[in-house]
């Protein structure tokens, strides 16, 4: 139908000038990342979202945490500064949909603000089956689901705890949980035109030799391509003395899954309050208290 025509159009046109999920975009686009979700209902073994620093970069950091009015008050100074400013993310630091009023709020303030920016936002999926149809609801074009394994056994060992509704699970239950609601997540999502990006952390000895699989089936899931991230083990956590994936592993695992679905490599490994063209991150210029060093 015309109607859907025209949306299916108008996310094209999103995902080829959205930095992230276009190469040829990231040079010149800016993204905005508004850390209006510090809460998470889930623990993974390699994050540590307590250590907070200005100078770290990685997901999960932010210097300050936003509400959503001042989420919308950031936006209107950035986008007063960055005419390039063309995607506006919520990627923590916690879960977008753990913390899904704030997450609903700041999008309804900012869509009123400027109609025609697009929403992408990031979560570890747990609760995407009960919120899906609100994002599309929404106008949520772009959507990051990490899927780090298929197979619970493997996520037994990557995810500590499980906050599901209240209820706490673990091991192999709690992994298996989160998988199904990730896979059928990214269905509903998919199946409607939601552009769907998977993130996989290659964690050595963990997960590593499995990504092909995660990749295979994320594809039939209908993701439109997957990122392959190296581990960066936050100080502290339970990873936090976990062997490294080198670069070349790096480039040879996404070379080989390649052939099953389009692999990202560019991706900066950003901050929850990053601002600007990736990899040229400007957040401090905007943060309303300016940091008092680190301890
Ligand atoms: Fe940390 Fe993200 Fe895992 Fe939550 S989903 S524990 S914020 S890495
Ligand atoms: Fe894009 Fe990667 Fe940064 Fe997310 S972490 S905003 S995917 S470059």
Redesign the pocket.
């Known amino acids: 139908q015309p109607a859907n025509d025209s949306r299916t159009a108008d996310i094209d046109k999103k995902t080829q000038s959205h930095p992230c999920y276009s190469s040829g975009a990231a040079c010149s686009n800016a993204r905005m990342h508004i850390p209006v979700a510090p809460a998470?209902n889930?623990?993974?073994n390699?994050?540590n979202?307590k250590f907070d620093c200005v100078n770290e970069s990685r997901?999960?950091v932010t210097s300050e945490v936003l509400t959503p009015e001042q989420a919308a008050e950031k936006f209107v100074m950035v986008k007063s500064k960055l005419k390039n400013l063309k995607v506006i993310g919520i990627a923590?630091?916690?879960?977008a949909l753990a913390n899904f009023s704030n997450t609903k709020k700041s999008i309804e303030l900012i869509k009123k603000l400027d109609p025609d920016i697009t929403f992408c936002l990031s979560t570890?999926g747990l609760m995407l089956p009960y919120y899906a149809e609100e994002l599309i609801a929404l106008g949520v074009s772009h959507v990051t689901i990490?899927i780090n394994t298929i197979d619970p056994t493997i996520g037994a060992k990557i995810y500590r705890e499980i906050n599901f509704m209240g209820m706490k699970l673990y091991g192999e239950q709690a992994a298996k949980l989160l998988l199904d609601n990730q896979l059928i997540g990214l269905r509903m999502l998919s199946s409607r035109g939601i552009v769907c990006k998977v993130n996989i952390v290659m964690i050595k000895g963990v997960n590593d030799s499995h990504i092909p699989e995660v990749v295979k089936k994320v594809k039939e899931c209908g993701a439109f391509m997957t990122n392959i991230m190296p581990l960066i083990p936050a100080s502290g956590s339970v990873f936090e003395n976990m062997e490294l994936t080198n670069n070349r592993d790096l480039t040879e695992m996404r070379k080989k899954c390649e052939v099953d679905l389009k692999q990202m490599y560019h991706c900066k490994q950003c901050r929850a309050d990053a601002i600007g063209i990736l990899g040229e991150d400007v957040h401090g210029e905007f943060e309303r208290n300016s940091c008092k060093g680190c301890a």
């Open positions: 998470c889930i623990s993974c390699y994050c979202r997901p999960g923590g630091p916690g879960d570890n990490t």
